[in-house]
C-alpha cells in the first residue's frame, strides 16, 4: 500500500482554526515535522484542506 510523507513547512499560527485542528488531525505540531500517513481519500482530503502549509510526497 502506498504512504505519504507530510512536512509541515509553514507556521500555523495565523491560519483559520479547522486548518490547525487538520494539522493536529494529521498528527503534526511543529515546522519541518513529518508523518507517515496511509494515502486513502480522508487523508488526501486533510491534506487538501492544508495544502499551503505541507509538503506532499508520496512513499511507497
Do not use: F
Amino acid at each position: 500500500m502506498s504512504m505519504l510523507k507530510v512536512t509541515q513547512i509553514k507556521s500555523a499560527i495565523s491560519e483559520k482554526p479547522n486548518q490547525r485542528e487538520t494539522l493536529r488531525s494529521l498528527g503534526l505540531k511543529r515546522i519541518s515535522q513529518s508523518v507517515l500517513r496511509e494515502d486513502n481519500a480522508q487523508n488526501r482530503g486533510y491534506v487538501n484542506t492544508v495544502r499551503h502549509l505541507v509538503k506532499v510526497e508520496e512513499v511507497k
